[in-house]
């Protein structure tokens, strides 16, 4: 008998997907999955060549998640060059380290403008794309990158932590407010990540090398999560093989948020 499922290595096959923030880290991994999973894939940045220079077989487009107008350009000339969206997956965001005393208002505005805001207008420029997809009956969806950090109490991450607890709730509202048109809306919530973002981190600490170590040591795995792992787990939800999950939140953690073991 032969299955009603694709077959994960080429499920994108005749889908486009826009990916934000897509040069760098996650969303370069998970642009580059997507298109070996068949899909045609561009990429929304700041800079879209990103920190290697070259953007392969990904069509890129310059846009800054904060500027309404150049979002709007950036994802109508997306779906004009793919032929329509079926996948947008939110991924631009940039990190900020403080308690609630360590940040000024303008700080504060400048991440939410990024992380939340960011999500909302990318989102409502592709919404009627992803609706036309939806009447075609190829099922669109939508994955923002959320973080452990909404969920778990982190230290010295007040600002951060709340504007991906913004991203958690919108995500699930989303969900609920587009599932009758077809469109699906989840999230993942990752632990911390091997990607430049990391490594800017580590290069800005006194050392590095305990540093790494103490992140790696606060998740159970011991070790940092793979930008592969992340992208792998966005391709799942944003595919036909979960098109029954809508308003969830994927944990790619090393069992952070699960697990409840004392660093080794
Ligand atoms: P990264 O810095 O490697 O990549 C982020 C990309 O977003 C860059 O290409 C950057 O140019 C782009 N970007 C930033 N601001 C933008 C803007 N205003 N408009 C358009 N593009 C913009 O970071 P990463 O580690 O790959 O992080 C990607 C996402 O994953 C972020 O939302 C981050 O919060 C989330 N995340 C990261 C980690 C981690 O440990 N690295 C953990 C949990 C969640």
């Avoid at 897509?22 to 561009?42: K, M, Y």
């Avoid at 077989?57 to 109508?76: E, N």
């Avoid at 805001?117 to 994955?143: C, D, E, M, S």
Wanted: include cysteine; proline fraction near 5%; glycine fraction near 12%.
């Amino acid at each position: 008998m032969t299955s009603p499922h694709p077959t994960s290595s080429q499920e994108f096959a005749g889908l486009n997907a826009l990916v934000t923030g897509g040069a760098s880290g996650i969303g370069r991994a998970t642009a580059e999955l997507l298109a070996a999973r068949g899909a045609r894939v561009a990429v929304l940045d700041l800079d879209p060549a990103g920190p290697d220079g070259a953007t392969g077989s990904l069509l890129g487009h310059r846009a800054d998640v904060t500027d309404d107008t150049s979002v709007r350009a950036a994802v109508g000339d997306a779906a004009d060059a793919l032929g329509g969206l079926d996948v947008l997956v939110n991924n631009a965001g940039i990190g900020a380290r403080g308690t609630v005393e360590d940040n000024e208002d303008a700080e504060w505005q400048r991440v939410f403008d990024v992380n939340v805001f960011g999500i909302v207008r990318t989102t409502r420029a592709a919404l009627p794309h992803l609706r036309r997809a939806a009447q075609t009956g190829r099922g669109p969806a939508i994955v923002n990158t959320c973080s452990i950090a909404a969920t778990a109490g982190l230290p010295q991450r007040a600002l951060y932590s709340a504007s991906k607890g913004a991203v958690y709730s919108l995500t699930l509202a989303m969900a609920a407010d587009h599932v009758r048109e077809g469109i699906r809306v989840n999230c993942v919530t990752p632990g911390t990540v091997d990607t430049p973002w990391v490594g800017r981190l580590l290069d800005a600490a006194d050392d590095p090398l305990a540093e790494r170590a103490a992140l790696e040591a606060r998740q159970p795995t011991g070790r940092l999560v793979s930008a592969a792992e992340v992208a792998a787990a966005i391709a799942y939800l944003a595919g036909p093989l979960s098109g029954a999950t809508t308003g969830t939140a994927l944990a790619v953690d090393g069992g952070m948020q699960g697990l409840r073991l004392r660093p080794a």
